[in-house]
């Protein structure tokens, strides 16, 4: 089984300081991790994902993740953090490398930025 | 990655209604889509999977009387809400996916209120 939980519900931070979104997984193998963004009302758009090659991922919009498989952790980080970040976001766990694996969702953080 | 849309963008029905959703991927061959949906302010729930020319494989607690899910061909599947009831009101989302894909690739999204 895989699951994974993103640690806080809401996280605020003043535009221009660095931006921190928890996650962590749990998985029987060697998992493919996301990070996706919601803006309200509006789609999913994807951030980044971790496949099993390099550890440190860089995204869109200047996100980038870690992989950590000691700390079974996917924080997603961005140095300076924008009005227009403001928005949810999940991180999911995919139990394989085959497309065709089912998605397993966090519950999503809000994140506020303070102009 | 892979176009997806969504047919309608939102619907307004009455109780009792049947609704029908499209998802339709534009330039990829999905051999795997999955229905996924999310309730205001919740993260998304995996509804079901289907496979193109097979019966779909439905989460726990989802009716499969009530979801009906079509996926006739590589590019369409359509979910409809059956009898649809204001608990039934949420946002329907389709991803696609393939066996030589590690990703989804998520449609825009369907808001349906029952009224």
């Known amino acids: 089984a895989q699951s994974v939980t993103q640690l806080d519900s809401h996280v605020s931070v003043s535009e221009g300081t660095p931006v921190l979104l928890r996650c962590n997984y749990s998985?029987?193998?060697?998992?493919?991790l996301f990070w996706y963004v919601q803006h309200p009302n509006k789609g999913l758009q994807l951030l980044l994902k971790?496949?099993?090659?390099?550890?440190l991922v860089k995204g869109i919009n200047g996100f980038e993740a870690e992989f950590k498989k000691s700390e079974t952790s996917f924080h997603l980080t961005k140095p300076s953090a924008h009005m227009s970040d403001a928005a949810e976001y999940f991180c999911?766990?995919?139990?394989?490398?085959?497309?065709?694996?089912?998605?397993?969702f966090g519950t999503g953080t809000r994140l506020t930025i303070i102009p | 990655g892979a176009v997806v849309s969504q047919h309608p963008s939102w619907v307004i029905c009455k109780s009792g209604t049947s609704v029908k959703i499209e998802c339709r991927s534009l330039?990829?061959?999905?051999?795997?889509m999955f229905w996924y949906r999310q309730f205001p302010k919740q993260s998304l729930m995996l509804m079901a999977t289907?496979?193109?020319?097979?019966?779909?494989?439905?989460e726990q607690g989802v009716e499969k009387d009530k979801f009906l899910i079509n996926h006739a061909s590589l590019t369409l599947s359509t979910l409809t809400v059956t009898s649809a009831h204001p608990e039934d009101s949420s946002f329907y989302i389709c991803?696609?996916?393939?066996?030589?894909?590690?990703?989804?690739?998520f449609g825009p999204g369907t808001r349906l209120t029952v009224l």
């Open positions: 971790y496949t099993s090659a390099a550890t």
């Open positions: 289907s496979n193109e020319g097979s019966k779909a494989t439905y």
């Open positions: 991803t696609v996916s393939g066996r030589a894909y590690n990703e989804q690739f």
């Open positions: 998985s029987s193998y060697s998992p493919s």
């Open positions: 999911v766990v995919k139990l394989s490398n085959f497309g065709n694996e089912k998605l397993t």
């Open positions: 330039d990829f061959q999905a051999t795997t």
